[in-house]
């Protein structure tokens, strides 16, 4: 399916996954529960595990042991097996076409399957940010790209021209930005100083997740959009963030990822 706007996970009589049956695949395959349980990414003991869990609970074999022969013999389904393994393909099938069918209709509903879109992404950065391009400036080299969020904040990223023109960035089109945690800064007294980088964004700190090294300081923006930061313990302590505490989110452009649709 396009995007995994949808997923669900099919399992029968409640225990049978997709790795069982992946099992009762290579097994049927190679006629080995050592080789099967290489192909399915289980170990030699968790494939027993599994299989011999199914066999207890099913009302006749599922396995039967052959000897002698050209190959030395092995393991091999029975017939009830192999028609668990029947049905499973034929509901896999199935299943996945009525996954296709319920993204077919969330495409018809724009507002919603865009939503989906922007939920969908899976990335280790910590701060995520929808909005589209307000601006975009192309150089020979490097291009600026201005997004606007929601909550009327701007995020400006660099990127090579190269980037901006792959991902088809321009005025409108809707956008991503990805900044981790570690990229920001937070600042609470800036004493008049000014710094360079292009993205400061005021807030209040909410909450403060503490750990043994580092903490994980949030801030709510006043849109109610909300910016994370790590910082040192000591940081913490040498800045008195505090839950309530006005703090300045500050991060360079070049450390803002954008991710767009193409």
Request: glycine fraction near 10%.
């Amino acid at each position: 399916m396009s995007g995994n706007l949808l997923s669900a996970d099919l399992k029968l009589a409640g225990r049978l996954d997709a790795r069982f049956f992946a099992l009762l695949e290579a097994l049927d395959a190679t006629g080995s529960i050592n080789k099967a349980a290489r192909t399915a990414g289980l170990s030699y003991k968790g494939a027993w595990l599994l299989l011999e869990t199914a066999c207890n609970l099913a009302n006749e074999p599922l396995l039967e042991t052959v000897t002698g022969g050209a190959g030395g013999g092995g393991t091999q389904l029975t017939v009830a097996a192999r028609g668990l393994l029947g049905a499973w393909r034929t509901l896999q099938d199935e299943h996945r076409e009525f996954l296709r069918a319920q993204e077919a209709r969330l495409a018809q509903l724009p507002a919603l399957s865009g939503l989906l879109r922007r939920m969908a992404m899976k990335t280790t950065a910590r701060n995520q940010f929808a909005g589209t391009v307000k601006a975009i400036e192309l150089g020979p080299v490097s291009a600026t790209v201005t997004i606007s969020l929601k909550s009327g904040d701007q995020i400006t990223a660099t990127m090579t021209s190269a980037a901006a023109q792959r991902l088809k960035l321009k005025k409108g089109k809707e956008a991503l930005a990805l900044i981790k945690a570690s990229a920001v800064v937070l600042v609470t007294d800036f004493a008049g100083w000014q710094l360079s980088a292009r993205n400061q964004l005021a807030g209040t700190v909410s909450r403060i997740e503490r750990g043994a090294v580092s903490s994980l300081v949030i801030l709510t923006l006043p849109g109610g959009a909300t910016m994370t930061a790590s910082v040192t313990n000591e940081g913490v302590e040498a800045l008195d963030l505090k839950v309530g505490a006005p703090a300045t989110a500050v991060f360079k452009a070049y450390s803002v990822m954008v991710a767009a649709q193409p």
